[in-house]
C-alpha cells in the first residue's frame, strides 16, 4: 500500500505558528474519523515560509482531500 504526504503551506511571520497550530486540528481530525496518519509535523523552510504535513494511506486521499482540502501533495518513496 503507497503512502502520500498531504501537504497545507503557510506564509509569513506567523507561519510556523500557524502551521503548529494546523498540526493539532489534524491530530483531532484523525482521531475523530478514525483515520490513520502516520506521521503529523511541521517543516519550517524560512521564518516567511512553514508547511505542516500527515503522509496517510494512498486509500484515504480522496476523503482526505474533500474533507481537508490540502494544498498539495506527494507520493512517498517507501
Known amino acids: 500500500m503507497g ?6 503551506d503557510f506564509r509569513g511571520p506567523a507561519g510556523k505558528r500557524t502551521a503548529e497550530h494546523h498540526c493539532i486540528h489534524l491530530n ?4 475523530m474519523e478514525n483515520v490513520h496518519g502516520e506521521s503529523i509535523k ?16 494512498e486509500e484515504d486521499v ?15 518513496e517507501e
Open 42 to 57: 511541521v517543516i519550517e523552510f524560512s521564518e516567511m515560509h512553514a508547511s505542516a504535513i500527515m503522509i496517510i494511506n
Open 28 to 31: 483531532d481530525f484523525i482521531k
Open 3 to 8: 503512502k502520500v504526504k498531504l501537504i497545507w
Open 62 to 76: 480522496p476523503f482526505m482531500r474533500e474533507k481537508l482540502k490540502p494544498h498539495r501533495g506527494q507520493r512517498v
